[in-house]
């Protein structure tokens, strides 16, 4: 399986995973926080879909805990 793909699928299942719990945010930013998350567990040598994806969302639950004031205001203001 190519990096590609192996990036695509992970990113899939956390984003299916956050959407159905509700959890996602502002879509930009939760797919850069993913990604970014995916992006730097490659740099380490993991290839694993599900670890990438686990500990993707498990840095997007940190990042969204510390922002979702923000987006509560934004959404709110609208």
């Given at each position: ?5 192996t ?37 380490t ?19 969204a805990?510390?922002?979702?004031a923000?987006w509560?205001?934004e959404?709110?203001?609208g």
């Amino acid at each position: 399986m190519t990096i590609r793909c192996t990036v695509e699928s992970a990113f899939f299942i956390a984003w299916s995973c956050l959407e159905q719990s509700g959890e996602l945010g502002p879509p930009d930013e939760s797919a850069n926080v993913l990604l970014d998350a995916i992006e730097a567990q490659l740099k380490t040598g993991e290839r694993r879909q599900l670890m990438l994806a686990n500990k993707a969302i498990d840095a997007y639950r940190a990042h969204a805990a510390l922002h979702r004031a923000s987006w509560n205001r934004e959404a709110r203001a609208g």
